[in-house]
């Protein structure tokens, strides 16, 4: 008789149906389903999509949900992943910094007493030309006006009557005298001071390469000369510059004759520099308050389809 090989086959065999069974149900499927409930299925159990569920399953990350629920395998998001809230506090390190409601009332209240200084000396340059023989003269020479950047007080030329002669760098003894006492009445102010040379647009013809570009800081630097002559500190000197045609008094007319000027700017003074120098009594440094820091992005946590997908 045959031997008895048990039935061990029996149970390799039904393995395998029931692999067949599972993969033509797997092609019955995929044929049945549509692209956008493919696309939906493949997005569920892909931990790397952009929209990965709330309701996130054991696909959905490492360790999946965070609680189990009545939705059965599924895992709510009971403590969802959020942004961090600024509590508007300084944080160590921070670099950002913005200028308090008190120092921006203490910059308002400078400005304003500079403007008041501004004014008094500008009434007090015109009130020593008209009152001086010499001068009164040279009143029509001088113009004094109060700008954003400072007291601006400008010689300048007039046709026929010029300040400098022509192409030359030394002064005319008249405009000494003036300038002495521009330099006069300016050397009570704490501002630093700006000295710019100016030219008409005038070609200046040199075989060396002598320009209006070194006319006019020559011219600039000759008033420097004479503005320490009177006293005024070297240190209160900002910069000395030659501007040649490059900002026209009379910008239709580049060869106008009041092109052709010197600009004492008295430069408005920093917030800084007015309390060091005790223009607020005893407060020391001004008031500065940090910036709260931008807040750092803490990344979004994944949101995902239900997977609720609906076969035919």
């Known amino acids: 008789g045959h031997v008895h090989h048990g039935g061990a086959w029996k149970v390799a065999y039904a393995d395998f149906v029931t692999a067949m069974m599972a993969f033509f149900l797997l092609l019955w499927l995929l044929n049945v389903t549509t692209n956008e409930a493919k696309d939906i299925i493949s997005n569920y159990f892909d931990p790397t999509h952009p929209k990965v569920s709330q309701a996130t399953s054991g696909a959905g990350g490492v360790m999946g949900g965070l609680s189990m629920t009545k939705e059965g395998a599924m895992a709510e998001t009971s403590q969802p992943l959020t942004q961090s809230q600024t509590t508007g506090k300084p944080s160590n390190g921070e670099t950002g910094e913005t200028v308090s409601s008190e120092s921006e009332q203490m910059e308002a209240e400078l400005r304003a007493r500079e403007d008041e200084r501004f004014e008094e000396v500008r009434q007090d340059i015109e009130k020593a030309i008209q009152s001086s023989p010499e001068l009164k003269e040279l009143a029509s020479h001088l113009m004094i006006d109060i700008t954003p950047e400072g007291l601006r007080i400008q010689i300048i030329d007039q046709d026929g009557d010029p300040m400098f002669p022509s192409g030359s760098a030394v002064m005319y003894e008249k405009t000494q005298k003036l300038m002495g006492k521009v330099a006069e009445l300016i050397r009570k102010l704490p501002n630093a001071i700006s000295i710019r040379g100016h030219t008409d647009s005038a070609k200046y013809a040199s075989p060396n390469g002598y320009g209006n570009w070194e006319l006019s800081a020559d011219r600039a630097n000759a008033s420097r000369r004479l503005l320490m002559d009177r006293s005024i500190p070297e240190k209160r000197l900002a910069n000395v510059m030659g501007k040649a045609d490059t900002e026209p008094f009379i910008e239709k007319?580049?060869?106008?004759?009041?092109?052709?000027?010197?600009?004492?700017?008295?430069?408005?003074?920093?917030?800084?520099?007015?309390?060091?120098?005790?223009?607020?009594?005893?407060?020391?440094?001004?008031?500065?308050?940090?910036?709260?820091?931008?807040?750092?992005?803490?990344?979004?946590?994944?949101?995902?389809?239900?997977?609720?997908?609906?076969?035919?």
């Open 253 to 312: 007319n580049p060869l106008d004759a009041r092109n052709r000027r010197i600009t004492i700017l008295l430069l408005r003074e920093k917030l800084e520099d007015a309390i060091k120098r005790g223009e607020f009594g005893s407060l020391k440094t001004p008031v500065i308050k940090k910036a709260a820091p931008a807040p750092t992005p803490v990344p979004r946590p994944f949101q995902k389809t239900q997977g609720n997908v609906q076969f035919p």
